[in-house]
């Protein structure tokens, strides 16, 4: 088994950047979403990932139109997947949506296509029934702004061939990750599990009105050294995503500071469109967010 053509599915906040990363790296990718509009909305934040490319791995425009030139989009799921050595799933966080998304996959992609999920949240096992080649799924977990927090968590399940786990342990490393290497399965990973519990406080407290949004952020950077707090970095994953977890949460403990927080951050931001650094407003308003300002911790 080898890998040279990447698919990407889904181009929201992690997978237009997984998609750069790996063709940036050299590899073939075809960037598969629902529709012409959304794939040129992705085209248009790789113009301006680009920049960053520049700006943070001081990225040639010769690698950058390499990069461009190794770029292919789809709205047609099986004309993405036709050429597919590995298919990279990044679609919403829903394990409904996710389950679906598999079960039209697996109908059109060639034997010789191993499916990754990116989820943060669901085993890969809760998905495999689903893949059609359970022993060529795996998780390939991914953080935000990978291209600087490159880490690349790789979880196989119980049926997951080893040879499998092994070649994305490599290819991970090719295109420029630290790979991590999870032996059993373990929800929310090895990230998540430290990252998770400590979004969630502050959200408590923020739902509680114990304090305000920018008190608790600048109480954690004054007393870590931290470059932004919980809700900046909230801002950076995604409102959206903060927002599904803290759902699915609220569903399953009907605690109701977890349904009052889930129900505040759909109304007081993802229904006002606000929904973090992608939008251009979350938290805070972005290019120059409040927590950057030298009066900030002050």
């Not at 001081?58 to 789809?74: H, K, P, R, V, W």
């Not at 036709?82 to 679609?91: G, N, P, S």
């Not at 049926?159 to 490393?173: E, I, P, Q």
């Amino acid at each position: 088994m080898t890998i040279k053509n990447v698919t990407v599915a889904g181009s929201g906040v992690l997978g237009y950047q997984i998609a750069f990363q790996a063709a940036f790296h050299g590899y073939k990718v075809t960037v598969y979403d629902i529709s012409d509009e959304v794939l040129e909305k992705a085209k248009a934040k790789f113009d301006l990932l680009s920049e960053a490319f520049k700006k943070d791995l001081n990225a040639t425009d010769e690698q950058l139109a390499l990069t461009f030139g190794n770029l292919s989009y789809s709205k047609d799921l099986g004309e993405a997947v036709k050429d597919a050595d590995l298919l990279i799933e990044a679609v919403p966080e829903n394990p409904h949506i996710k389950k679906e998304f598999y079960e039209k996959l697996a109908a059109v992609a060639p034997e010789k296509t191993i499916f990754a999920t990116n989820t943060s949240t669901l085993l890969p096992s809760a998905l495999a029934p689903y893949t059609g080649r359970p022993n060529k799924f795996i998780a390939l977990h991914f953080a935000n702004d990978i291209r600087i927090y490159n880490t690349a968590e790789i979880m196989g399940h119980s049926g997951t061939d080893k040879a499998v786990f092994d070649l994305l342990f490599s290819f991970a490393k090719s295109i420029g990750m630290v790979a991590l290497p999870i032996y059993k399965e373990q929800p929310a990973y090895i990230l998540n599990s430290l990252l998770v519990p400590y979004l969630d406080a502050a959200l408590e407290l923020w739902g509680k009105d114990v304090s305000d949004i920018q008190t608790i952020d600048k109480t954690w950077m004054v007393a870590t050294g931290a470059p932004f707090g919980p809700f900046g970095f909230i801002d950076t994953i995604g409102i959206n995503t903060a927002y599904n977890i803290r759902k699915m949460k609220a569903e399953a403990t009907q605690d109701p500071i977890k349904i009052l927080t889930a129900e505040r951050l759909k109304e007081e931001f993802l229904d006002l469109g606000k929904l973090g650094t992608s939008s251009g407003e979350g938290f805070y308003q972005y290019p120059n967010p409040a927590y950057k300002d030298k009066d900030f911790l002050k």
